[in-house]
């Protein structure tokens, strides 16, 4: 891992870190190893990656624990969960605005970074009754791994 990616990571850590003091959320060995292993990704992870990276350096981890820590970071808003078709939630540590892109072939999740997608505001009224707090958007479509595979079967 080079010194940016380094910084940025223990940045996310420290953001992280102080996000689960401020819910009032003890800093539990398991808490900590998961959001140190959330920083330091950008894949999108599911609950099962992060409990195969993390079950043999931390004691006492078990699968149930790394799902109860995830639905916790979600609940208070430190991480947010993601919908993918594979019906498998993966998990984003970053919370500033932005998208994602799913690949329909391997189901890799991508960061889209693009503000013209962003609404001005968030709807107050609307037909459903409901009231938003958030949103996200989706979008569908062939990585580029996959777009070179096809590309290579057609030939």
Known sequence: MNSDLKQASSEKFRRLEAG????????THQRRALLHCLAQRSDHPTAD???????????????????????????????SKISSPQAKARFDAD???HHHIVC???????????????????????SSGFTVHNYEITFNGLCPLC??????NES
């Open 49 to 79: 990656q992060l409990y195969d990276e993390l079950k043999s350096d931390v004691g006492g981890l078990s699968r149930t624990t790394v799902y109860r820590i995830l639905d916790t970071f979600v609940r208070v808003g430190l991480v």
């Open 95 to 97: 919370m500033g605005r």
């Open 104 to 126: 329909e072939q391997c189901g890799k999740v991508a960061d889209l970074f693009d503000s013209d997608f962003n609404l001005r505001g968030l709807p107050e009224n609307n």
């Open 20 to 27: 689960c003091r401020a819910s009032g959320l003890s800093l």
């Open 147 to 152: 777009q070179k595979i096809g590309k290579e």
